[in-house]
């Protein structure tokens, strides 16, 4: 079992900071980019979701927590598409921790939290050079609806 717990104002922007790198990185392997300009990319896309950083209404920044102990972290917002879906932006689960369930429980706890929020679904997108966290989300229900640029958009329909 896991719990959500929000990160604070610090928290929540060192966690964007390492969110903006981590997908920059993937970005420049999958189009082909320099770092340099996955980086730029990255930015302006950021600035775009998120104008005020962190304090972004709607934005929500968490820690994923075991037995008391933190084990990841998840970024969740609106969903730039669909008003009735609660989109996940970023979810990580350190890498000490990983094959132990914690990702699928998470995945269950923001499954929970749309459904407690009156949202009919969950969505994401998970990049193709991902098949590890790809069959994850596979088996916790999310179907591809489309992929574009490298990256597959996946949703849970909750109703």
């Not at 969740?76 to 990702?103: K, M, N």
């Not at 429980?105 to 407690?116: Q, V």
């Amino acid at each position: 079992m896991v719990s959500l717990i929000s990160m604070t104002p610090k928290e929540a922007r060192l966690f964007l900071a390492d969110s903006e790198g981590d997908y920059a990185a993937d970005l420049a392997e999958t189009e082909g980019l320099t770092l340099d300009a996955a980086l730029a990319t990255t930015k302006e896309l950021l600035a775009e979701i998120l104008p005020r950083r962190d304090a972004t209404p709607g934005h929500d920044f968490r820690w994923v927590v075991h037995d008391g102990a933190r084990v990841g972290r998840v970024w969740l917002g609106p969903s730039l598409e669909d008003p009735t879906a609660l989109y996940i932006w970023d979810i990580s689960v350190d890498s000490d921790h990983q094959g132990r369930g914690f990702g699928g429980a998470a995945l269950d706890a923001i499954a929970t939290m749309a459904r407690d929020r009156g949202l009919h679904s969950v969505s994401l997108n998970v990049f193709e050079q991902n098949p590890e966290a790809r069959r994850l989300y596979e088996r916790k229900g999310y179907v591809a609806m489309a992929t574009e640029r490298g990256q597959v958009h996946m949703t849970l329909r909750l109703v």
